[in-house]
């Protein structure tokens, strides 16, 4: 069966610090890959996707990019945090695009 | 563009009572519709897929209906129970698009 990982869980981090997040897929070959944000009280907010290594789509301009290594490896960084970066961020699959969507247990990012 | 409502933004309900939520798309033109549950702090868990040509799905206690012409879909849940407490987000997609999210409903099931 498939699997999704998030790591980490929670990451404080200050202003101008940068961020790495990790995401890895077990148990399938070339899924396409999601990043989204969801910010407190607010809906989910689709930031990039990958259909492939090295293929990263941007959703909307922000601080943020993505990157995508290996086939089940998708990375989530910036160079320097803002406060405005402060949200869950969670990860997630699918077969094709737009397909069902599994999605990771998520990492709490606090900028402070 | 692509514009997802969910009514209501809360509900609270007694153990045992059957319950619908509700899910609102504005651009008719869907290729599926998904709905998930999220317990807090946690991330999304599938529940139910239904496709276009579908008019509902279902698992368990949970059913879901899809009206692409009224731009509605409902999640139906029978008999509710506390651990149903959680929330609820729908999500459409057009063929060859990514999904777009409501902002959910935020269920709590009392004993």
């Known amino acids: 069966s498939q699997t999704i990982h998030q790591w980490p869980a929670t990451l404080v981090q200050p202003v101008g610090s940068p961020l790495s997040l990790e995401c890895t897929v077990e148990g399938t070959s070339n899924p396409n890959l999601y990043w989204y944000r969801q910010a407190a009280g607010r809906g989910l907010q689709l930031l990039f996707y990958?259909?492939?290594?090295?293929?990263i789509s941007s959703e909307v301009p922000q601080n943020l990019s993505a990157s995508r290594p290996q086939d089940r490896q998708f990375i989530l960084s910036s160079k320097k945090l803002l406060l405005s970066d402060s949200g869950f961020y969670l990860c997630a699959w699918s077969e094709e695009r737009g397909s069902e969507q599994y999605f990771g247990p998520g990492t709490r990012l606090t900028v402070t | 563009k692509q514009e997802v409502t969910q009514i209501p933004a809360a509900l609270s309900v007694p153990e045992g009572e059957n319950l619908v939520l509700n899910c609102s798309f504005t651009?008719?033109?869907?290729?599926?519709l998904q709905w998930f549950r999220q317990d807090p702090g946690k991330g999304l868990t599938s529940l139910l897929l239904?496709?276009?040509?579908?008019r509902e799905q279902t698992s368990g206690r949970l059913n879901a209906s899809l009206d692409k012409s009224s731009g509605r879909s409902t999640l139906y849940i029978a008999a509710s129970q506390p651990g149903d407490s959680a929330t609820y987000l729908c999500a459409v997609r057009r063929y060859g698009q990514n999904f777009v999210f409501g902002p959910g409903t935020r269920l709590s099931v009392l004993p």
């Open positions: 651009d008719s033109a869907i290729y599926n």
């Open positions: 990958s259909v492939g290594i090295g293929q």
């Open positions: 239904i496709q276009s040509s579908q």
